[in-house]
C-alpha cells in the first residue's frame, strides 16, 4: 500500500520517473516481455492462496453468524485492522519509504515498516520495488499494473475495459516477474531496519493475525471470541485492505478526474480518496510524486497526511516535503 535513509540512486527514481533510465526499445520489448507470465510457481503459488484465503475467512464468518449471535467487537476489531495496516501502507510503505515524502529516524521506520507489513502486501523491499517501477513507467509498457498498456489483444469494447480492470486490479500479481531489488531500492537494502523487516517479513504478518485473534478472545472471554476476532481481524480484514489498495492501481487509473497535467492516466477519486486514507486522490500524487499531501485542496480528506502533519508537529519526523504554490498552479488544468 511506506510505506528511510535516501540515496541518489532511488532519488532518480523518484524525481524524474519517465527520465530516469534510459528506455530503448529493445529494453521495453523485454520488460514487456516479462509481464506476459514470468512470475515463478511458487510465487503464484502464495499469491493464490493469500488472495483466495480472505474470501474463504469472509465465508465461514457469514455462515458462522447463523450459530454464533454477532458481536460488535468483532467488527470493531475488524475496522480498527483495517485502519491500522492501511494507513501503516499509506503513510508508511509508501509515502516515507517509497517516495521519501519525510524523513525519520529508526524508531518510526521499524514502526512504519512493520505496521505496513502487516497489512500482507508483500515484504517491503519488494513493495517500494514495484511502486518505484510503476513511476517510471506509468501506463506505458514496463509498469506492472498499469490498465492501458497489457494485453492489446483483449480489444477496446468492454470486454477489453474489464480485463484491463481486473489485470491492473489482481492479474498482475500472476504474471508479473520479481523486480530487480538492487536496481530499485538500493537504500532499503542498506538500511538495517528496513532490511531486518522485509527479511522477516512473515513473523509480521503473523502478529498482525496473532493481534486480533488475542483481543477477540481477552474482549469476549471466548475460545469462540478468540477464533472470530482472528477471522474478522486477519483474513477478512486482509481481504478489504487489499482490494482498496488494489483499487487505486485499477479504478484510479480508468475512473476519476485530473486536476494535474500528467504524462498517464491517473485520477483523483474521492471514493478512494476517504477509503485508502487519502491514496485515492492519485492524480496529484502522480503530478507531485515526493509530496507528503495528496490530498491538495481543503476538501480532500487525507488521512495520512493528517498522520503525517500529526508526527511533524509531535518533533518525531522532519523535512516534510509539500508543492509550493507556484508549483501546484504550473501544473493544475485549464481546460
Not at 156 to 181: C, D, K, M, Q, R
Not at 187 to 196: C, G, I, K, M, R
Not at 225 to 251: D, K, Q, Y
Request: with cysteine.
Amino acid at each position: 500500500m511506506d510505506f528511510g535513509s535516501s540515496s541518489m540512486g532511488s532519488t532518480a527514481v523518484l524525481e524524474s520517473p519517465k527520465t530516469a533510465r534510459s528506455t530503448a526499445p529493445n529494453e521495453l520489448e523485454h520488460e514487456a516481455a516479462e509481464l506476459e507470465g514470468g512470475c515463478p510457481p511458487r510465487i503464484r503459488l502464495i499469491t493464490l492462496i493469500t488472495v483466495i484465503f480472505p474470501f474463504v475467512a469472509l465465508a465461514i464468518v457469514i455462515a458462522a453468524m447463523w450459530q454464533v449471535p454477532f458481536h460488535g467487537t468483532y467488527l470493531a476489531i475488524m475496522v480498527g485492522m483495517y485502519v491500522t495496516t492501511g494507513i501503516g501502507i499509506g503513510t508508511g510503505f509508501h509515502r516515507l519509504f517509497t517516495h521519501k515524502s519525510f524523513t525519520a529516524g529508526p524508531y518510526v521506520r521499524f514502526f512504519w515498516a512493520a505496521l505496513g507489513s502487516m497489512a500482507v502486501e508483500g515484504a517491503l523491499t519488494t513493495w517500494v520495488a514495484e511502486h518505484r517501477k510503476h513511476h517510471q513507467h506509468s501506463d506505458a509498457p514496463g509498469d506492472p499494473h498499469s490498465p492501458h498498456a497489457h494485453h492489446p489483444e483483449h480489444g477496446e469494447g468492454i470486454g477489453g475495459v474489464l480485463y484491463s480492470f481486473y489485470y491492473a486490479h489482481v492479474g498482475w500479481l500472476f504474471h508479473n516477474s520479481p523486480t530487480e531489488l538492487e536496481q530499485y531500492v538500493p537504500d532499503l537494502l542498506e538500511d538495517p531496519v528496513t532490511n531486518f523487516v522485509s527479511r522477516t517479513y512473515w513473523w509480521w504478518v503473523a502478529l498482525g493475525m496473532l493481534i486480533p485473534t488475542v483481543l477477540g478472545g481477552v474482549l469476549t472471554g471466548t475460545w469462540t471470541g478468540a477464533a472470530l476476532g482472528f477471522l474478522w481481524g486477519g483474513p477478512v480484514r486482509t481481504l478489504v485492505v487489499h482490494h482498496i489498495t488494489w483499487c487505486i492501481n485499477s479504478v484510479c487509473h480508468i475512473w476519476g478526474t485530473r486536476p494535474y497535467r500528467t504524462s498517464d492516466h491517473s485520477r483523483d477519486n474521492p471514493i478512494f480518496g476517504i477509503l485508502a486514507f487519502g491514496e485515492g486522490w492519485h492524480n496529484a500524487h502522480h503530478a507531485f510524486p515526493t509530496s507528503a499531501r495528496h490530498g491538495l485542496a481543503w476538501w480532500k480528506v487525507d488521512i495520512n497526511y493528517i498522520v503525517i502533519r500529526a508526527m511533524e508537529i509531535m518533533g518525531i519526523i522532519k523535512n516534510v516535503r509539500r508543492p509550493s504554490p507556484k508549483s501546484l498552479e504550473a501544473k493544475r488544468r485549464t481546460a
